[in-house]
Every structure is written in structure tokens, then in C-alpha cells.
């Protein structure tokens, strides 16, 4: 996925000015950086949801278009209120292929909760109704903003682990948010830092999976520094 002379304003603030950058296909890219510097605005400009200059994938920015084959883990779980955990799975997929639904949700662990509504819902079990309706959607690519935060450590460790697992079947090319650096070195292969508009900092995460919670590889230190200075 090539993004080129890709600029974004706000008013007067300008977030991108001519932002350039290939992401490796069928790779998981980390995209890190301060609040307020404009990650998920690139997430939106990548899946067509808002205006841009410069092109995506070739594609002008003028008058966007959603982009097909992308599936978007949003940092609120935004399921539907009226639907349970099932029928939000259902909702993005055509009735012939609702037989993957019983498997993927007893995959992300809500065997017995299929029936369950959002307001029934733990905040993890929301997460995990939002990652297996991400990973349902048929797509090449997938843009996840924040996927894991304000959930538990144990958690955490074991929805980083679910979406590694999830995402090696199907190998598409993921981009996804987090201000974690631990988030970032145990679940991507490359590690980018947004600043002022440009990638500040552009890191291969070399260590091989499945990456170990309490020993991460010792890019976490490279990435950190990079963040901070």
C-alpha cells in the first residue's frame, strides 16, 4: 500500500504536508506517535473516509470513496445496540457464509454468549465481539486504531496473541494505531513513529513469533528512544 504527497488540514492546522510511505503487504505495521498527531486521521484517509490531497493506492482524495476489502477495528468497540454478539457478525456478512460466525466467536472466546447484547457485554467481551466481526469482514486490508486499550494486562496479552493467531491465516496487510510500545513490538513487524507530519522513525521488528509478554525483543528500547526524543 503506497501513500503519496499525502496532505491533510484541519483549518488552519496542517496535519500532513506531502506524507509518503509504502506499508509491506501482508505485513503489521505499527503506527505510533503523540496524541493529537494525526494517527487516526491517517487511518481515515487510508480506508476513503475522509478528504485528502495526494493519492493512496493511486486513488485521489478529492471525493473519497470507502475503500473495498477493508475492515476497520475502531478504537470504541461500536457495536450495533439492537443486534446481540451474533447477529453484529451477521450484519457485515452475506447470509451464505453466517456458518463461519459460531466458529469465529468461540475462537475469541464467547462460546455461550452468542445471544448476548452490547449491554450484557463485559468491555473485553465487546473487544472481542469487535475483533472477530473485524476479522469476519472479507478484506485484504485491515486498520485497527487502539485495538487493545483500556483493557486489562491479562487481557491485553491474550487479545495480542488472538489477533497474531487470526491474522496469520489470512496474512492481509495490517495497519494499525497504539501509543504501547509493548503493543507495538509484540504484534508488528515494522514500527513507525508519526511526528510533525512525517514518519520520524521507521523500525523492523525482528524477532520471531509468537513474541514472549514479559521478555519482548529488544526493539521495544529503539522504539521508545525514538518516541521521546
Same mark, same amino acid.
Given at each position: 500500500?503506497?501513500?503519496?504527497?499525502?496532505?491533510?488540514?484541519?483549518?488552519?492546522?496542517?496535519?500532513?504536508?506531502?506524507?509518503?510511505?509504502?506499508?509491506?503487504?501482508?505485513?503489521?505495521?505499527?503506527?505510533?506517535?503523540?496524541?493529537?498527531?494525526?494517527?487516526?486521521?491517517?487511518?481515515?484517509?487510508?480506508?476513503?473516509?475522509?478528504?485528502?490531497?495526494?493519492?493512496?493506492?493511486?486513488?485521489?482524495?478529492?471525493?473519497?470513496?470507502?475503500?473495498?476489502?477493508?475492515?476497520?477495528?475502531?478504537?470504541?468497540?461500536?457495536?450495533?445496540?439492537?443486534?446481540?454478539?451474533?447477529?453484529?457478525?451477521?450484519?457485515?456478512?452475506?447470509?451464505?457464509?453466517?456458518?463461519?460466525?459460531?466458529?469465529?466467536?468461540?475462537?475469541?472466546?464467547?462460546?455461550?454468549?452468542?445471544?448476548?447484547?452490547?449491554?450484557?457485554?463485559?468491555?473485553?467481551?465487546?473487544?472481542?465481539?469487535?475483533?472477530?466481526?473485524?476479522?469476519?469482514?472479507? *478484506?485484504?486490508?485491515?486498520?485497527?486504531?487502539?485495538?487493545?486499550?483500556?483493557?486489562?494486562?491479562?487481557?491485553?496479552?491474550?487479545?495480542?496473541?488472538?489477533?497474531?493467531?487470526?491474522?496469520?491465516?489470512?496474512?492481509?496487510?495490517?495497519? @494499525?494505531?497504539? *501509543?504501547?510500545?509493548?503493543?507495538?513490538?509484540?504484534?508488528? *513487524?515494522?514500527?513507525?513513529?508519526?511526528?510533525?507530519?512525517? @514518519?520520524?522513525?521507521?523500525?523492523?521488528?525482528?524477532?520471531?513469533?509468537?513474541?514472549?509478554?514479559?521478555?519482548?525483543?529488544?526493539?521495544?528500547?529503539?522504539?521508545?528512544?525514538?518516541?521521546?526524543?
Amino acid at each position: 500500500m503506497i501513500l503519496c504527497n499525502v496532505t491533510k488540514n484541519f483549518g488552519q492546522k496542517t496535519v500532513f504536508d506531502g506524507l509518503s510511505y509504502t506499508f509491506e503487504e501482508g505485513k503489521i505495521t505499527a503506527v505510533l506517535g503523540e496524541s493529537g498527531v494525526g494517527k487516526t486521521t491517517l487511518l481515515n484517509i487510508i480506508a476513503g473516509l475522509i478528504p485528502y490531497g495526494g493519492t493512496v493506492d493511486g486513488r485521489e482524495g478529492v471525493r473519497p470513496k470507502r475503500r473495498e476489502n477493508c475492515s476497520f477495528l475502531f478504537q470504541e468497540s461500536t457495536l450495533l445496540p439492537n443486534l446481540t454478539a451474533e447477529g453484529n457478525c451477521k450484519f457485515v456478512l452475506p447470509k451464505s457464509e453466517w456458518g463461519k460466525i459460531g466458529g469465529m466467536l468461540a475462537r475469541v472466546g464467547l462460546s455461550g454468549r452468542e445471544r448476548a447484547y452490547p449491554h450484557e457485554l463485559s468491555g473485553g467481551e465487546k473487544r472481542r465481539v469487535a475483533i472477530a466481526r473485524a476479522f469476519l469482514y472479507p *478484506h485484504d486490508l485491515l486498520l485497527m486504531d487502539e485495538p487493545f486499550s483500556s483493557l486489562d494486562l491479562a487481557l491485553k496479552r491474550s487479545l495480542i496473541s488472538l489477533v497474531y493467531e487470526l491474522w496469520e491465516e489470512k496474512r492481509s496487510t495490517v495497519v @494499525f494505531v497504539t *501509543h504501547d510500545v509493548r503493543e507495538a513490538v509484540l504484534l508488528s *513487524h515494522r514500527a513507525v513513529v508519526l511526528k510533525e507530519g512525517t @514518519f520520524f522513525a521507521d523500525i523492523p521488528i525482528n524477532a520471531p513469533f509468537p513474541r514472549d509478554f514479559l521478555s519482548p525483543p529488544p526493539e521495544e528500547v529503539q522504539l521508545t528512544q525514538a518516541l521521546l526524543k
